[in-house]
């Protein structure tokens, strides 16, 4: 399995990003995914999660009722739209399956800053 996430970048706090996930492999659609994030000196993190078809969705509550989770299973890809970020979202930002043991493989992440 390849895993390629894009869309990070610089935003002032308050706006927003979309980070894309592309995966490769034909696990993809029959495995509940999610984003993680790693911010410098802290454990990675998972922040958000969604079933196998996209019918259910969980968010960590730092981002509750500002990221949404969605998929597109026939582009095996992923979604994560981000609003209202703060200086706190900062961190590089991974796909993976959950639990991410499923694929025991982790892309480059794209790297998300917010400044004040």
């Known amino acids: 399995v390849r895993l390629v996430e894009s869309g990070g970048g610089l935003v002032q706090a308050g706006g927003s990003l979309r980070l894309s996930c592309a995966a490769s492999?034909?696990?993809?659609?029959?495995?509940?995914m999610g984003w993680y994030r790693q911010a410098p000196g802290k454990q990675r993190e998972l922040v958000a999660g969604?079933?196998?078809?996209?019918?259910?969705?969980n968010y960590a509550d730092s981002v509750k009722g500002r990221f949404t989770i969605s998929r597109d299973n026939a582009k095996n890809t992923i979604y994560l739209q981000m609003n209202s970020l703060k200086p706190d979202d900062t961190a590089v930002y991974y796909c993976?399956?959950?639990?991410?043991?499923?694929?025991?493989?982790w892309g480059q992440g794209t790297q998300v800053t917010v400044s004040s």
């Open positions: 969604i079933t196998s078809g996209g019918g259910s969705t």
């Open positions: 993976n399956a959950i639990p991410s043991i499923v694929t025991g493989y």
């Open positions: 492999g034909s696990t993809f659609s029959i495995s509940a």
